[in-house]
């Protein structure tokens, strides 16, 4: 079964450097999404992208943040400048089409850990 | 404002025992979608459940069923015959079709310990 791909499993950083998280959707699903689960915690909405543009982002989406889909295949997440409290696991999910009848299908995850 | 609510931080269970992890939902778009995720100690969502807004019958999945009250706006999960593989953390999550990106808003989650 296709699979939605993380890499890296695991980056360490340092504050204040930029980090990217990569993802490679499944490649007939047209809806890409990032969520960030702080260790021990709920699973948060930052952004849902569309025809190569952001549709929706949540108030922890800041300037600090971006995605792009650069060369057809990744779907890539942007730190420009981490800050310790961006430390948490990354999550890219993606859908086929519109309709909430099917579970987003979720990559493994990239444990982001900013020192 | 929260829009799934589950309202036990952690449960035990004994292993082959039966167990229900509860969760509220608010919405007032009528055609919505309920799922249910597990969320093991390695970290990856797993998808274990789906319930429609329009479904006339409860799902079910091998030993996991979705007690669906549309009235009351609830959508439990039950696990049948407790694995110590089913500890981990659960996840309840909605999908509103009125909703621009259709994306997955989730519950804080419950750990759920299996005892032997």
């Known amino acids: 079964e296709p699979e939605v791909t993380q890499t890296p499993s695991h980056q360490v950083t340092q504050m204040g450097q930029e980090v990217i998280l990569r993802c490679v959707p499944i490649s007939n699903h047209l809806y890409f999404y990032w969520y960030r689960q702080i260790l021990g915690q709920k699973v948060e909405f930052l952004v849902s992208f569309y025809n190569n543009e952001i549709s929706e982002k949540s108030e922890i989406f800041d300037d600090q943040f971006s995605v792009e889909r650069p060369d057809g295949s990744n779907f890539t997440l942007k730190i420009r400048s981490t800050k310790l409290e961006d430390s948490a696991m990354y999550f890219c999910?993606?859908?086929?089409?519109?309709?909430?009848?099917?579970?987003?299908?979720f990559g493994n995850g990239t444990r982001l850990t900013v020192t | 404002a929260q829009k799934i609510t589950q309202t036990q931080p952690g449960m035990f269970v004994q292993e082959k025992e039966a167990v229900t992890l509860d969760c509220t939902y608010d919405?007032?778009?009528?055609?919505?979608?309920l799922f249910w995720y597990k969320q093991p100690s390695s970290g990856e969502m797993i998808f274990l459940i789906y319930?429609?807004?329009?479904?006339?019958q409860n799902a079910t999945e091998g030993r996991y069923s979705l007690n669906f009250q549309k009235a009351r706006k609830s959508a439990n999960l039950v696990i049948s015959a407790s694995q110590l593989g089913d500890s981990a953390m659960y996840f309840c999550?909605?999908?509103?079709?009125?909703?621009?990106?259709?994306?997955?808003?989730f519950g804080a989650g419950t750990r759920l310990t299996v005892k032997p």
């Open positions: 999550a909605m999908r509103e079709d009125s909703h621009n990106n259709n994306d997955m808003r």
């Open positions: 999910a993606t859908h086929p089409r519109r309709g909430s009848n099917s579970p987003l299908h």
């Open positions: 319930q429609g807004s329009y479904d006339q």
């Open positions: 919405t007032s778009d009528p055609s919505y979608g």
